[in-house]
């Protein structure tokens, strides 16, 4: 089995990198001795029971080996990330190694939209809280949060502005309370780790994004699109992204990104602060929205992989896709409320279906990989608005939704409330 895998992840990568380079591929390796499906469905499935332990026992802190295992999971993750892009540019590769890619492929989509959160977390012992006065429902945006929610929320607040608070802390403090309501939700109820979370990820905003002063102004009053960020013209022609495409009917505002029409730069100094400024734009807008109306507000994800090929198999890529997965993961958590991808190969669109089978309802929800027979799926989550952005939009018109000829931003479905 160690002699396929090898053999196979060897192949793959020394026949992409010759795409890439335009050498010569070097004579295959050759085959090592038949290796029975039966064995390899086994190794897969017992993956994906492994998974499901360490993202549930993650959440228990008082489980040492839990927790080393999780953080060995989340490594392991971006670490499979470069062999999960090759498999998809070269699928010649032997059932274990499927296996193996399919369960990166739900960890990683783990580490982006919190399925890890499969049961509540415990609260924190009272000990352990910091101390505050009493809360209000008003301090947290109007009653998102649960009693115990609040009151963490709470007094993480009153921690932030007792002690030196961070430079970049918004001065609105119901953004803030929806801020820490998406730590919450994503690490539990421990105060003392809630705060110490929420101020590595302002200073790794303040250290890392670009200075973009009057776009988080915009975002305070309006949706925005992707042609609006920093270097946002080039990114018409070379990173087609759809910043705010209408609504799902469950309310949740829609993301595209459409990635295998991407045009990967030579280098990212243009590629890094348009994707960066775009997130955290999308964020403060999200924030905002959450505030305004009463509810927490999460995108839903749409990965188009249509024309996906070995021309995204770069270092600088690689290194890009990486450094985006964990600033997801670690600093902005709780912001997705479910991921699609379409146009995905054929065989992992089929692995997914087998290994959902498995998978609970609540991961099942928030996870989506369909092939290029994905219109009458999409039908039942998007509204008509939402489904021309996906289906009919040019990449010019889709890197300056949600305008559409002139016209003003989409609603939320029922919404009564008039939000720019």
Same mark, same amino acid.
């Given at each position: 089995?160690?002699?396929?895998?090898?053999?196979?992840?060897?192949?793959?990568?020394?026949?992409?990198?010759?795409?890439?380079?335009?050498?010569? $591929?070097?004579?295959?390796?050759? &085959?090592?001795?038949?290796?029975?499906?039966?064995?390899?469905?086994?190794?897969?499935?017992?993956?994906?029971?492994?998974?499901?332990?360490?993202?549930?026992?993650?959440?228990?802190?008082?489980?040492?080996?839990?927790?080393?295992?999780?953080?060995?999971?989340?490594?392991?993750?971006?670490?499979? =990330? !470069?062999?999960?892009?090759?498999?998809?540019?070269?699928? %010649?590769?032997? !059932?274990?190694?499927?296996?193996?890619?399919?369960?990166?492929?739900?960890?990683?989509?783990?580490?982006?939209?919190?399925?890890?959160?499969?049961?509540?977390?415990?609260?924190? !012992?009272?000990?352990?809280?910091?101390?505050?006065?009493?809360?209000?429902?008003?301090?947290?945006?109007?009653?998102?949060?649960?009693?115990?929610?609040?009151?963490?929320?709470?007094?993480?607040?009153?921690?932030? %502005?007792?002690?030196? $608070?961070?430079?970049?802390? $918004?001065?609105?403090?119901?953004?803030?309370?929806?801020?820490?309501?998406?730590?919450?939700?994503?690490?539990?109820?421990?105060?003392?780790?809630? *705060?110490?979370?929420?101020? %590595?990820? =302002?200073?790794?905003?303040? @250290?890392?994004? &670009?200075?973009?002063?009057?776009?988080?102004?915009?975002?305070?009053? %309006?949706?925005?699109?992707?042609?609006?960020?920093?270097?946002?013209?080039?990114?018409?022609?070379?990173?087609?992204?759809?910043?705010?495409?209408?609504?799902?009917?469950?309310?949740? &505002?829609?993301?595209?990104?459409? =990635?295998?029409?991407?045009?990967?730069?030579? @280098?990212?100094?243009?590629?890094? !602060?348009?994707?960066?400024? +775009?997130?955290?734009?999308?964020?403060?807008?999200?924030?905002?929205?959450?505030?305004?109306?009463?509810?927490?507000?999460?995108?839903?994800?749409?990965?188009?992989?249509?024309?996906?090929?070995?021309?995204?198999?770069?270092?600088?890529?690689?290194?890009?896709?990486?450094?985006?997965?964990?600033?997801?993961?670690?600093?902005?958590?709780?912001?997705?409320?479910?991921?699609?991808?379409?146009?995905?190969?054929?065989?992992?669109?089929?692995?997914?279906?087998?290994?959902?089978?498995?998978?609970?309802?609540?991961?099942?929800?928030?996870?989506?990989?369909?092939?290029?027979?994905? *219109?009458?799926?999409?039908?039942?989550?998007?509204?008509?608005?939402? +489904?021309?952005?996906?289906?009919?939009?040019?990449?010019?018109?889709?890197?300056?939704?949600?305008?559409?000829?002139?016209?003003?931003?989409?609603?939320?479905?029922?919404?009564?409330?008039?939000?720019?």
């Amino acid at each position: 089995a160690v002699q396929q895998l090898t053999a196979d992840c060897t192949s793959m990568i020394l026949s992409a990198l010759a795409r890439v380079t335009g050498r010569t $591929p070097a004579p295959p390796l050759p &085959p090592p001795p038949a290796f029975p499906i039966a064995v390899a469905a086994a190794a897969t499935v017992a993956l994906v029971v492994a998974a499901l332990f360490i993202m549930v026992g993650r959440r228990r802190k008082e489980n040492v080996l839990a927790s080393v295992l999780a953080s060995s999971w989340r490594v392991a993750n971006v670490a499979l =990330l !470069p062999v999960l892009l090759l498999t998809v540019a070269e699928p %010649r590769a032997s !059932p274990l190694l499927l296996g193996v890619m399919a369960v990166a492929s739900l960890g990683a989509a783990s580490c982006l939209i919190g399925t890890a959160s499969l049961r509540p977390a415990k609260s924190a !012992p009272p000990s352990r809280a910091l101390s505050a006065p009493s809360p209000t429902p008003d301090d947290c945006g109007g009653g998102m949060a649960t009693p115990d929610e609040l009151a963490v929320i709470y007094a993480v607040k009153h921690s932030l %502005r007792q002690s030196p $608070p961070p430079p970049n802390l $918004p001065e609105d403090g119901k953004v803030v309370a929806v801020q820490l309501l998406r730590v919450v939700r994503e690490h539990g109820t421990d105060a003392r780790a809630v *705060e110490r979370v929420y101020r %590595r990820a =302002l200073a790794w905003k303040r @250290d890392n994004l &670009p200075d973009k002063p009057e776009l988080d102004a915009l975002a305070e009053s %309006r949706w925005l699109c992707a042609a609006e960020m920093p270097h946002g013209e080039w990114a018409v022609g070379h990173w087609p992204i759809g910043f705010h495409c209408g609504y799902s009917k469950s309310g949740s &505002p829609v993301k595209i990104e459409r =990635l295998g029409a991407c045009a990967p730069p030579s @280098d990212t100094k243009l590629l890094y !602060p348009y994707y960066l400024a +775009l997130v955290d734009t999308l964020q403060r807008r999200l924030d905002r929205t959450s505030v305004t109306s009463g509810r927490l507000q999460q995108t839903y994800e749409l990965f188009d992989l249509a024309g996906l090929g070995t021309h995204m198999v770069t270092f600088t890529m690689l290194s890009f896709t990486k450094d985006v997965m964990l600033a997801f993961a670690t600093h902005y958590p709780s912001s997705f409320s479910k991921a699609v991808v379409i146009n995905a190969p054929s065989f992992m669109a089929r692995l997914y279906r087998i290994l959902s089978t498995v998978l609970p309802a609540s991961v099942k929800a928030k996870v989506s990989i369909l092939g290029a027979e994905y *219109e009458a799926e999409l039908a039942n989550d998007l509204t008509p608005e939402t +489904l021309y952005w996906v289906t009919t939009a040019s990449h010019a018109q889709l890197c300056r939704a949600p305008f559409r000829d002139g016209a003003a931003p989409a609603q939320p479905a029922g919404s009564s409330r008039a939000v720019r």
